[in-house]
């Protein structure tokens, strides 16, 4: 799961006067003259949430399968809490905002199974206060998704999706001198213009379209991992992706995405425990495998997005 290669940068955020130095670097643009006393506020917060998120994450690598979804969402949830305050540094200013923000049906029914299951935001919490804060976004697609919304909007999913007989195309686009065009396959399947599709898309993530020789488009420099939400990236060939349905087309950053899921996993977990451990010791249905991938997955690409975004915000190296 999670290596020490993938913690090594966010040494260099633990002391206390590094991530002074850092949060007040960033301070300087939004806060500016109270600057230097937030970020020595926010400085020891800010270095603990990150060494608690590594030790979670750590954790999770050693521990059994049973207990894993519990020390992956828990140490999401502190690499959260650290982005936070990067952007909000009066956080957190109310109770309201420390509550998860989300909810999923505690009784599961006999015949469940979990790529049909739903979860659903609720109006104040960390989910909506993260939303807001680190991307802007006031108000999700939905209130609700199911699990396999949310699986197949995370693109290293795609291949065990694939291998499982669930084949739906995925749309990459092609970068062309640093503009990224949509492709045209989307378009069509989506029912619109490569014109259209671009507008819609600028539309909902604020980017600018562009045009260059008949290839519709968006700027590559204008594009985040961390930020983009309609688009997914895949962290292994570097490529970004529209889903095979416009309903799929879901303003959701994909480091909420993977909280959602997270959240879920890891209630069930813990109230869940005979249908739980059924899957895991007996491996009764396909659900095991896709969950499995996913928590492969998550274990090493939520800390190297957070990373990226960390290092975006603050000046500092990749």
Request: with cysteine.
């Amino acid at each position: 799961m999670t290596t020490e290669k993938t913690w090594q940068p966010y040494i260099y955020l633990n002391s206390s006067e590094s991530a002074q130095a850092y949060l007040e670097k960033i301070y300087k643009r939004t806060a500016g003259l109270n600057s230097t006393e937030l970020s020595y506020q926010n400085s020891c917060s800010f270095m603990y949430y990150l060494m608690h998120a590594e030790s979670f994450y750590t954790q999770a690598g050693e521990a059994p399968p049973s207990i894993k979804p519990m020390l992956l969402f828990y140490g999401l949830t502190q690499l959260v809490k650290a982005c936070l305050l990067t952007r909000d540094p009066g956080y957190p200013e109310t109770t309201s905002v420390l509550a998860h923000g989300v909810t999923t049906r505690k009784k599961k029914k006999q015949d469940y199974l979990f790529l049909k299951d739903e979860i659903r935001i609720q109006k104040n919490g960390l989910l909506h206060h993260s939303a807001g804060t680190l991307f802007g976004i006031i108000e999700l697609s939905k209130d609700r998704f199911s699990m396999e919304d949310l699986l197949r909007r995370i693109p290293e999913m795609e291949r065990c999706f694939q291998l499982l007989g669930q084949k739906r195309k995925t749309f990459y686009l092609t970068d062309k001198n640093g503009l990224l065009c949509l492709p045209s396959e989307a378009a069509v399947a989506y029912h619109l213009s490569e014109q259209r599709l671009a507008e819609m898309i600028g539309h909902h993530t604020g980017l600018k379209p562009s045009e260059t020789n008949g290839c519709w488009g968006f700027e590559k420099k204008d594009l985040s991992p961390f930020i983009t939400s309609l688009f997914s990236y895949h962290h292994e060939t570097g490529q970004y992706s529209l889903p095979a349905d416009k309903e799929e087309l879901l303003v959701l950053p994909e480091l909420l995405t993977h909280y959602l899921l997270l959240y879920n996993l890891s209630m069930i977990s813990r109230y869940e425990t005979e249908w739980w451990y059924d899957l895991i010791q007996n491996r009764s249905s396909n659900d095991y495998i896709y969950i499995r991938r996913f928590m492969e997955i998550t274990a090493w690409k939520i800390p190297v997005l957070v990373w990226e975004y960390l290092a975006e915000e603050g000046g500092l190296a990749r």
